[in-house]
C-alpha cells in the first residue's frame, strides 16, 4: 500500500525558513517522480513544485522561484522541501504527491496518491 | 504559464442529476489534463488522467472529454458522496497550474 506522511509544518516568522519532509512507503521510491502542492486556508490548489525519480530533474511554479528547493533522498524514499524567504502568502497545507512515472514529460505528471498534508503558517 | 478556468465555480444539483463540468486552457494542452476531487479536510483524489482515462477505482458515472483547450468532467447521475469540489489540472507544461475549482453542493 502507498503511504505519503507529511512532516515539518508549523508556525515560522516571515523572512524565515522551514524544511518539509515526505516519507514514502508501499512503492520503489526511487522510480518515481514525486510533487509538491499547497492549498492555502479556504482556497484553491496550487503546483508547487516536481522532480524526477533520480532527482536529476526539478520544476518549480513561478510564485516559488529561487526560495524553495525540492530534493529527494531515495536511499531514505524520503523527499523534502526547503523553504527558505517565506512570506504570509506561503501559508498553507503542503502536501507530497506521487506520479505514475519516473519523469514529468507528456502528461505524465499527474499525482495519484497523496499525502494527508502538512500545515505551514507564516506569521509574526 | 497556461491558465485554467472552470466553470461555474459553484453548481447546486440533486441527487441523480447529470452535471458537467468545464475547464479552459489559454492555449492548447493536447490531451494533458487531469480531474481530482477534494472533500473537506482531505487529500485531493485523482478521478481522470490523459483528459478521458478513468482512474482504477473510480466509478464509471464519471468520465471526461475533450482536447485542445476545452475539457469537460461529467458525472451521469450524481451519488451524495460525489458532493465536493472539483479541480482540473493541466500537465502540458511547467508548471502544472490547477483550475480555481468547482465546488458542487446538494440543491
Known amino acids: 500500500e502507498v503511504q505519503l506522511l507529511e512532516s515539518g509544518g508549523g508556525l515560522v516568522q516571515p523572512g524565515g525558513s522551514l524544511r518539509l519532509s515526505c516519507a514514502a512507503s508501499?512503492?520503489?521510491?526511487?522510480?518515481?517522480?514525486m510533487s509538491w502542492v499547497r492549498q492555502a486556508p479556504g482556497k484553491g490548489l496550487e503546483w508547487v513544485s516536481a522532480?524526477?525519480?533520480?532527482?536529476?530533474?526539478?520544476y518549480y511554479a513561478d510564485s516559488v522561484k529561487g526560495r524553495f528547493t525540492i530534493s529527494r533522498d531515495n536511499s531514505k524514499n524520503t523527499l523534502y522541501l526547503q523553504m527558505n524567504s517565506l512570506r504570509a502568502e506561503d501559508t498553507a497545507v503542503y502536501y507530497c504527491?506521487?506520479?505514475?512515472?519516473?519523469?514529468?514529460?507528456?502528461?505524465?505528471?499527474?499525482?495519484?496518491?497523496w499525502g494527508q498534508g502538512t500545515l505551514v503558517t507564516v506569521s509574526s | 504559464d497556461i491558465q485554467l478556468t472552470q466553470s461555474p465555480s459553484f453548481l447546486s444539483a440533486s441527487v441523480g442529476d447529470r452535471v458537467t463540468i468545464t475547464c479552459r486552457a489559454s492555449?492548447?494542452?493536447?490531451?494533458?489534463l487531469a480531474w481530482y476531487q477534494q472533500k473537506p479536510g482531505k487529500a485531493p483524489k485523482l478521478l481522470i488522467y490523459?483528459?478521458?482515462t478513468l482512474q482504477s477505482g473510480v466509478p464509471s458515472r464519471f468520465s471526461g472529454s475533450g482536447s485542445g483547450t476545452e475539457f469537460t468532467l461529467t458525472i451521469s447521475s450524481l451519488q451524495p458522496e460525489d458532493f465536493a469540489t472539483y479541480y482540473c489540472?493541466?500537465?502540458?507544461?511547467?508548471?502544472?497550474?490547477f483550475g480555481q475549482g468547482t465546488k458542487l453542493e446538494i440543491k
Open positions: 504527491a506521487k506520479a505514475p512515472e519516473t519523469y514529468c514529460s507528456g502528461g505524465s505528471c499527474y499525482l495519484h496518491y
Open positions: 490523459a483528459a478521458s
Open positions: 492555449q492548447g494542452i493536447s490531451s494533458y
Open positions: 522532480i524526477s525519480g533520480s532527482g536529476g530533474s526539478t
Open positions: 489540472q493541466q500537465l502540458n507544461s511547467y508548471s502544472y497550474t
Open positions: 508501499g512503492f520503489t521510491f526511487s522510480s518515481y517522480a
